[in-house]
Nanobody
Framework: QGPVVESGGGLAQPGGSLRLSCAAS????????MGWYRQAPGKQRETVAV???????IYLDSVKGRFSILRDNDKNTGHLQMNNLVPDDTAVYYC???????????????WGQGTQVTVSS
């Protein structure tokens, strides 16, 4: 198990909701950025949502208004709330975290192993 672990994937019906969680562990001074990416079979990995250190968020156009990215800096965790799911949201979802281990340390770009999300009736 690496420093970043995702959870919360599973099967949902079209129109349903899932909440993915991401937890970073180990020597962490602070988290710089946190993002969610997904990769569907036969497709390239794409950026779903990112939340920067200043709270600025970026979303993939197709998930705007349906997905929300959140982070808890005190717990080094984050979530991706996914509502009104559609079959095209089916993919493996990965959490990406920029970890800073001590003051003025370089950012360590860490990835989780992914969690499967399947949207199907």
């Amino acid at each position: 198990q690496g420093p970043v672990v995702e959870s919360g994937g599973g099967l949902a019906q079209p129109g349903g909701s899932l909440r993915l969680s991401c937890a970073a562990s180990g020597d962490i001074f602070r988290i710089d950025y946190m993002g969610w990416y997904r990769q569907a079979p036969g497709k390239q990995r794409e950026t779903v949502a990112v939340i920067e250190n200043n709270g600025r968020t970026i979303y993939l156009d197709s998930v705007k208004g349906r997905f929300s990215i959140l982070r808890d800096n005190d717990k080094n965790t984050g979530h991706l709330q996914m509502n009104n799911l559609v079959p095209d949201d089916t993919a493996v979802y990965y959490c990406n975290v920029g970890i800073i281990q001590y003051a003025r340390a370089p950012i360590i770009d860490a990835w989780g192993q992914g969690t499967q999300v399947t949207v199907s009736s």
